[in-house]
């Protein structure tokens, strides 16, 4: 049989990732130690009493049901998190939907909202999702550049108004992946204003919002006056709680943009499994202890990785959260093959920048996932790199 795919899936590219794994596993089979920061696997584990209630829970007959739009005790633990640690008010039934990890969220939203020839805004580089229901939408990206100029976020005021007159949907990402830029309210204030006057629903995703290393928290977007006129905020349980595995996730906000999520969702999947959504309700109820511990590990990671590469004339873009750092080499090489090379010479795997977009070219993303001797000796082999140093291309 010749199997012909969709016209659709051009725009489905394999993704570089396994090339890079693959290329790792080669070379450590020829016996090079590998030191892996490719992927933003959280490498703590889950809380004991998590995984204790979640072995609880797994025994009991009742927990093997369809969960359709999910346990209440879930939705009702995101917004006593959300009052706690954002001071945002939220309405259990109304304002709160789950989705299968935020994956699942963010490639199905925009087929909620969006008709073939609108246009999203996103940014460039992005988290690589975006794209993904971008596409699967039928919609149009419109790519707003992330550069050292504009500290890294999206200059809305640059956007054309030809461009913004048809963006229905705006993403966006603070702290973000691949580039660790903060929120601030008055960047906030800014958006609702933009998305009042064009018209455009908001999506923030905060998936990193509990990787925080000075002062106050990122603000929510949600926390925004006028935020929940407009828009929507997409949070996971993957990383603050350690829970990737268990793909538990939910979008908070407005309630009309909510209710059309749920009806969409009720034709795709019939909710998460009972146990996991009971953890991840113990989880936000117990936020505070897990992520201050999650915190302080992450803190002493950012600033070994972001001084060492810093010593050896790396561009680190600055930031103060985040579980990534984004920097720019010093060599006369492109980012995909300066990948390729990194781990046949030291070993050290890392996301070429390209994989986010072209704007990634010149820098290398490298995530925060193994303890800090181990990045201390990933900057010392990392140092010994030989390839010609000139400006970067
Ligand atoms: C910015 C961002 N959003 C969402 C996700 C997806 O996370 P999950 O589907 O595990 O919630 C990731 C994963 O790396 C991410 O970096």
């Known amino acids: 049989m010749k199997v012909q795919p969709s016209q659709k899936m051009s725009l489905f590219a394999p993704a570089i990732f396994g090339d890079l794994k693959q290329f790792a596993l080669d070379q450590q089979a020829k016996g090079m130690e590998l030191i892996d920061l490719s992927l933003g696997s959280p490498d703590i584990p889950p809380a004991d009493f998590l995984r204790e209630t979640m072995s609880e829970l797994t025994k009991l007959e009742t927990s093997y049901g369809y969960t359709l739009t999910g346990v209440q005790t879930f939705n009702e633990a995101v917004c006593r998190y959300y009052k706690r640690v954002n001071s945002v008010t939220l309405d259990p039934s109304t304002e709160?939907?789950?989705?299968?990890?935020?994956?699942?969220?963010?490639?199905?939203?925009?087929?909620?909202?969006?008709?073939?020839?609108?246009?999203?805004?996103?940014?460039?580089?992005?988290?690589?999702?975006?794209?993904?229901g971008i596409h699967l939408a039928g919609a149009t990206p419109y790519y707003m550049p992330l550069t050292k100029e504009n500290g890294?976020?999206?200059?809305?005021?640059?956007?054309?108004?030809?461009?913004?007159?048809?963006?229905?949907?705006?993403?966006?990402?603070?702290?973000?992946?691949?580039?660790?830029?903060?929120?601030?309210?008055?960047?906030?204030?800014?958006?609702?204003?933009?998305?009042?006057?064009?018209?455009?629903?908001?999506?923030?995703?905060?998936?990193?919002?509990?990787?925080?290393?000075?002062?106050?928290?990122?603000?929510?977007?949600?926390?925004?006056?006028?935020?929940?006129?407009?828009?929507?905020?997409?949070?996971?349980?993957?990383?603050?709680?350690?829970?990737?595995?268990?793909?538990?996730?939910?979008?908070?906000?407005?309630?009309?943009?909510?209710?059309?999520?749920?009806?969409?969702?009720?034709?795709?999947?019939?909710?998460?499994?009972?146990?996991?959504?009971?953890?991840?309700?113990?989880?936000?109820?117990?936020?505070?202890?897990?992520?201050?511990?999650?915190?302080?590990?992450?803190?002493?990671?950012?600033?070994?990785?972001?001084?060492?590469?810093?010593?050896?004339?790396?561009?680190?873009?600055?930031?103060?959260?985040?579980?990534?750092?984004?920097?720019k080499f010093p060599y006369s090489i492109d980012s995909k093959s300066f990948a390729f090379e990194a781990i046949a010479q030291t070993g050290v795997v890392m996301v070429p920048g390209t994989a986010f977009g072209t704007a990634g070219e010149g820098y290398m993303r490298l995530a925060l996932v193994q303890d800090v001797e181990t990045l201390s000796r990933a900057v010392e082999k990392l140092s010994k790199i030989n390839i010609k140093k000139e400006a970067t291309v």
């Open 96 to 132: 709160v939907v789950q989705t299968i990890g935020s994956q699942e969220g963010l490639v199905h939203l925009p087929v909620a909202f969006c008709d073939p020839g609108d246009i999203v805004l996103t940014t460039n580089p992005a988290y690589v999702a975006y794209d993904a």
């Open 152 to 327: 890294y976020l999206p200059d809305l005021a640059a956007v054309p108004e030809h461009i913004a007159q048809k963006a229905k949907l705006l993403i966006l990402n603070l702290p973000g992946n691949p580039v660790p830029a903060m929120p601030s309210i008055a960047y906030f204030e800014e958006v609702v204003a933009f998305a009042k006057k064009y018209n455009i629903i908001v999506l923030h995703d905060a998936a990193y919002s509990e990787f925080y290393f000075k002062g106050d928290a990122p603000i929510s977007f949600l926390a925004t006056p006028g935020a929940k006129e407009v828009g929507l905020e997409i949070n996971s349980l993957s990383k603050s709680f350690s829970l990737a595995g268990t793909r538990i996730a939910y979008i908070v906000g407005n309630a009309e943009m909510v209710s059309i999520l749920k009806q969409l969702k009720s034709n795709l999947d019939f909710g998460i499994f009972e146990p996991i959504q009971l953890v991840a309700a113990k989880a936000l109820d117990n936020a505070e202890n897990i992520t201050a511990n999650l915190r302080q590990t992450f803190a002493a990671r950012h600033k070994t990785l972001m001084d060492g590469l810093t010593s050896i004339s790396w561009e680190v873009a600055p930031s103060d959260g985040g579980m990534f750092v984004w920097a």
